[in-house]
């Protein structure tokens, strides 16, 4: 978060919640504090992280309440109880917040909360009146910081003064562009390693309302950039400046992924105004989902890989016991040859009967290499059955965030279950089992049936046994991995076209949908079977016929019809 927008977070909460009381404070994440503070009329939940990708302060609406408590949630909930927030301090450019807390909003201050945000050396601390250091989110030794040694006991003390340039309003543009020009680079460096205050995303905002023909000028040297053009620069680096001090912000949208909290109605087109506070906490919710997802997606498909590579290993290790194998022959002859012959020692009875004894152990092996190659089959062709699980989360471009995470999680904890894979977890309270668990997709047909599609193994289970009813019909992909898909046919008979749906849905959610047709198996719920110690969503089938379900279709449909997704 930069500091334009934490200064107008900041702006908006003193201007209405001081005073506040303190209520409580949770910590859902291990660098995230969240905590409640009420007014007369009004509750306000606040949301602060130290993160180093993403410091932030953020006005939210109430959290659900997170199940283990961390030392100091408890720290703070016990030496803030009762007392009044009556003072946020934030000087000019710094990225150091103070809340100062007193036992009623007239005394002097007790506690303090002070939040440094400040990229990767991001920190918050809880102190006294004597600056001693109660609580802190990270603590520092004096061998991983030469500046200053953070710990519990010692007395709190600034961080490293900021040696860049402070941006004046009344700064001519001859100056300016003296100071940012000593250094020949890109017009965006020279602005953020001259002047305090400037990030990534100001630089942006600058160049949009400049609204200078060349859409890339921030990415220019500076020697190449026309005074014209740095003139236009300076008249909105002048506009910034004296809206940052007046306090005059407001939230817009611009270039669909950018946000910026300076620009006024006027500047920038929207088609309905948006709150400060709200506008930023679902920027930064969606973005933070958004990278949780993708982590999320890659150390699932990391596990996989990983796993793979084990899985292909121990089957060519069994293939090179079975090659091994097939010379229990050849002992057996050379131990024949020693009991043929007319002369036999001591020392040859000896030899010929190891020979006999390794050719029974080579020839019993076969069939127990045999199972274990099945197995590891097996276990790669699950392996698949999970990537394309993972693959199929993307069929449905509009879908929440919070559910393909939740899905995600799912299929990573049901990859680590089935393979006994140990996975470091942070250790919390989860909720009930039916609050977390994510539900199937169910659509209806063309005639009114329902049709549920699984997403992950736990759900491919449900659909195919505990919810179906005799009379139902099972597709999936013939030969391919993917979802098992259900056309609950016992209500009603089902028609040509619904039975086609659902064929051209198990297309879609299958690896073989980038195919024109995919050939689908059409099976009875009756006819279908779990196959012992094969796992959630292992099923064998008899009776079954095939039809050809198109992914294409099947996707355009689900677009359409698509409301039911938990």
Same mark, same amino acid.
């Given at each position: =978060?930069d500091?334009? /927008?934490?200064?107008?977070? %900041?702006?908006?909460?003193? $201007?209405? !919640?001081?005073?506040? *009381?303190?209520?409580?404070?949770?910590?859902?994440?291990?660098?995230?504090?969240?905590?409640c503070?009420?007014?007369?009329n009004?509750?306000?939940?606040?949301?602060?992280?130290?993160?180093?990708?993403?410091?932030?302060?953020?006005?939210?609406?109430k959290?659900?309440?997170?199940?283990?408590e961390?030392t100091?949630?408890?720290?703070?909930?016990y030496?803030?109880?009762?007392m009044?927030l009556?003072s946020?301090?934030?000087?000019?450019?710094?990225?150091?917040?103070?809340?100062?807390?007193?036992?009623?909003?007239?005394?002097e201050?007790?506690?303090?909360?002070i939040?440094?945000? =400040?990229?990767?050396? /991001?920190?918050?601390f809880? %102190?006294?009146?004597?600056? $001693?250091? !109660?609580?802190?989110? *990270?603590?520092?030794?004096?061998s991983?910081?030469s500046?200053?040694?953070?710990?519990?006991?010692?007395i709190y003390?600034?961080?490293?003064?900021n040696?860049?340039?402070?941006?004046?309003?009344?700064?001519s543009?001859?100056s300016?562009?003296e100071?940012?020009?000593?250094?020949?680079?890109?017009?965006k460096?020279c602005?953020i390693?001259t002047?305090?205050?400037?990030?990534?995303?100001?630089?942006?905002?600058?160049?949009?309302?400049?609204?200078?023909?060349?859409?890339?000028?921030?990415?220019?040297?500076?020697?190449?950039?026309?005074?014209?053009?740095?003139?236009?620069?300076?008249?909105?680096?002048?506009?910034?400046?004296?809206?940052?001090?007046n306090?005059?912000?407001?939230?817009?949208?611009f270039?669909?992924?950018?946000?910026?909290?300076?620009f006024?109605?006027?500047?920038?087109?929207?088609?309905k105004?948006?709150?400060?506070?709200?506008g930023l906490?679902n920027?930064?919710?969606?973005?933070?989902?958004?990278?949780?997802?993708?982590?999320?997606s890659?150390?699932?498909?990391g596990?996989?890989?990983?796993?793979?590579?084990?899985?292909?290993?121990n089957?060519?290790?069994?293939?090179?016991?079975l090659?091994?194998?097939e010379?229990?022959?050849?002992?057996?002859?050379?131990?024949?040859?020693?009991?043929?012959?007319n002369?036999?020692?001591?020392?040859?009875?000896?030899?010929?009967?190891?020979?006999?004894?390794?050719?029974?152990?080579?020839?019993?092996?076969?069939?127990?290499?045999?199972?274990?190659?099945?197995?590891?089959?097996?276990?790669?062709?699950?392996?698949?059955?999970?990537?394309t699980?993972?693959e199929?989360?993307?069929s449905?471009?509009?879908?929440?965030?919070?559910?393909?995470?939740?899905?995600?999680?799912e299929?990573m904890?049901?990859?680590?279950?089935?393979?006994?894979?140990?996975?470091?977890t942070?250790?919390?309270?989860?909720?009930?089992i039916?609050?977390?668990?994510?539900?199937?997709?169910?659509?209806?047909?063309?005639?009114?049936?329902?049709?549920?599609?699984?997403?992950?193994?736990?759900q491919?289970?449900?659909?195919?046994?505990?919810?179906?009813?005799?009379?139902?019909?099972?597709?999936?992909?013939?030969?391919?991995?993917?979802s098992?898909?259900?056309l609950?046919?016992?209500?009603q008979?089902?028609?040509?076209?619904?039975?086609?749906?659902?064929?051209?849905?198990?297309?879609?959610?299958?690896?073989?949908?980038?195919?024109?047709?995919?050939?689908?198996n059409l099976?009875k719920i009756?006819?279908?079977?779990?196959?012992?110690?094969?796992g959630p969503?292992?099923?064998s089938f008899?009776?079954?016929?095939?039809i050809?379900g198109?992914?294409t279709?099947?996707?355009?449909?689900?677009?359409k019809?698509?409301?039911?997704?938990?």
């Open positions: =978060m500091i334009t /927008s934490i200064r107008s977070i %900041l702006h908006y909460l003193s $201007k209405q !919640i001081l005073p506040a *009381k303190f209520e409580t404070a949770q910590q859902p994440e291990p660098n995230t504090i969240q905590f503070l009420r007014g007369v009004y509750q306000t939940w606040l949301e602060v992280s130290w993160n180093g990708d993403s410091p932030r302060i953020l006005k939210i609406n959290p659900e309440k997170v199940g283990r961390s100091l949630s408890k720290q703070l909930r030496g803030l109880k009762y009044a009556i946020i301090d934030q000087n000019d450019y710094e990225r150091v917040i103070k809340f100062g807390f007193a036992k009623k909003p007239r005394d201050i007790s506690k303090y909360l939040f440094e945000l =400040m990229g990767k050396h /991001s920190n918050i809880y %102190l006294d009146n004597k600056q $001693k250091i !109660i609580a802190v989110g *990270k603590q520092l030794k004096s991983e910081s500046f200053r040694k953070i710990s519990t006991g010692s003390s600034n961080p490293p003064i040696l860049k340039k402070k941006p004046r309003e009344d700064e543009f001859q300016w562009k100071s940012i020009s000593t250094v020949p680079n890109s017009l460096h602005l390693n002047y305090q205050g400037v990030s990534p995303i100001l630089t942006k905002q600058l160049e949009v309302f400049s609204n200078i023909s060349d859409s890339e000028i921030m990415e220019r040297n500076i020697d190449f950039i026309s005074d014209a053009n740095l003139k236009e620069i300076f008249k909105s680096w002048r506009i910034w400046i004296n809206r940052f001090q306090n005059s912000f407001s939230f817009a949208i270039n669909q992924f950018f946000y910026c909290v300076w006024s109605d006027k500047e920038i087109k929207s088609e105004k948006i709150d400060l506070c709200v906490e920027y930064y919710d969606y973005h933070l989902k958004q990278k949780k997802l993708e982590l999320l890659n150390k699932t498909e596990i996989i890989f990983k796993q793979k590579n084990t899985e292909k290993k089957l060519n290790m069994q293939y090179d016991l090659l091994k194998s010379n229990y022959e050849v002992y057996k002859e050379k131990a024949d040859k020693i009991f043929t012959k002369e036999i020692k001591k020392q040859d009875i000896i030899k010929g009967q190891k020979l006999y004894k390794k050719s029974k152990k080579l020839k019993r092996s076969r069939e127990l290499i045999k199972e274990r190659l099945n197995i590891y089959k097996t276990n790669l062709n699950r392996l698949d059955e999970f990537t699980l993972l199929n989360l993307n449905l471009k509009h879908e929440e965030l919070f559910i393909k995470i939740k899905l995600v999680e299929i904890e049901e990859i680590c279950n089935e393979f006994n894979i140990n996975q470091k942070r250790r919390e309270n989860k909720k009930n039916s609050e977390i668990q994510s539900s199937p997709i169910q659509v209806k047909t063309p005639t009114g049936l329902k049709l549920q599609v699984g997403r992950n193994m736990r491919n289970d449900l659909i195919s046994f505990k919810f179906s009813k005799k009379g139902d019909l099972w597709f999936h992909a013939q030969e391919s991995p993917g098992h898909v259900v609950k046919s016992s209500s008979e089902a028609s040509e076209q619904d039975l086609q749906i659902a064929a051209d849905l198990a297309a879609l959610f299958s690896k073989a949908k980038r195919n024109i047709k995919v050939p689908i099976v009756k006819d279908l079977q779990k196959i012992t110690k094969g969503g292992c099923v008899k009776n079954g016929e095939i050809w198109n992914p279709r099947g996707e355009d449909y689900i677009k019809n698509l409301k039911t997704v938990i």
